[in-house]
């Protein structure tokens, strides 16, 4: 199983940690993708893009190195994302590359515009890789990564969300991942060192053992399930 977690700046990806952990250990492949370097942290006030890059893909590879994932980076612009169909041209494209079976991203009505947009596209995207004339369109240009012709992505994929701030229609599904949960810690503490954060590793602890108080497990993470494009049926029921 190929499973690709979509976020809009480094950081976002805590909520799924353990989850992709679980994966990984499994014997799945897992990539970690932002849609920006979150540049307008605070804490890069006095530094220059390229040294945000820099300590950017120092943070994306720690986490992935500590998760056992692959990790991409896209630059469309920290707070400045507008859910166009360029941005999701760009991930239907790594969407055609990786294959995915499974989407992790934000939910489609959180307050910051480019949580909300990379929730967006990364729906939007995975319509788009279905199509060879889409996703070949002036292809080569500034992506030197991806195969000259790329082979459309068909197959059925879920698409697993942040739970909504309000009310939502999905439905929500727990993974357990009692045996993560030091992974998820050390992580948040990893950020938590960089920002500052008035929170502690150990509330971080508690919020996930909350979650899996809810399913009757140690400790959980939970998302909302978004199907697209699932397999055909021979009947209704």
Not at 55 to 70: C, F, L, N, P, Q
Not at 87 to 114: C, G, I, V
């Amino acid at each position: 199983m190929n499973i690709m977690a979509v976020f809009a700046h480094p950081d976002d990806e805590l909520g799924c940690i353990g989850t992709l952990k679980k994966h990984v250990e499994r014997g799945d492949k897992v990539m970690f993708v932002w849609t920006t370097h979150g540049e307008l942290a605070s804490q890069f006030i006095n530094h220059s893009d390229e040294e945000v890059r820099r300590i950017r893909h120092e943070h994306g590879k720690y986490v992935a190195d500590t998760v056992g994932a692959d990790f991409r980076f896209f630059d469309m612009g920290d707070s400045r994302m507008t859910g166009s169909r360029d941005e999701a041209l760009q991930l239907a494209r790594l969407y055609a590359e990786f294959k995915p079976d499974a989407l992790m991203t934000w939910s489609n009505d959180h307050p910051h515009p480019d949580h909300r947009m990379t929730a967006k596209i990364t729906f939007d995207a995975i319509t788009l890789a279905r199509i060879p004339k889409i996703i070949n369109e002036d292809l080569g240009e500034g992506l030197p990564h991806l195969e000259p012709h790329l082979e459309p992505h068909r197959e059925a994929v879920k698409l697993y969300q942040y739970v909504s701030t309000g009310k939502s229609n999905y439905p929500i599904v727990h993974v357990d991942i009692s045996e993560q949960i030091e992974t998820c810690v050390q992580l948040y503490t990893y950020y938590a060192d960089f920002y500052k954060w008035k929170n502690t590793p150990e509330k971080h602890r508690q919020i996930k053992a909350i979650r899996g108080h809810e399913v009757g497990v140690g400790f959980a993470e939970r998302f909302e399930l978004r199907t697209a494009f699932n397999p055909v049926l021979e009947y209704l029921a």
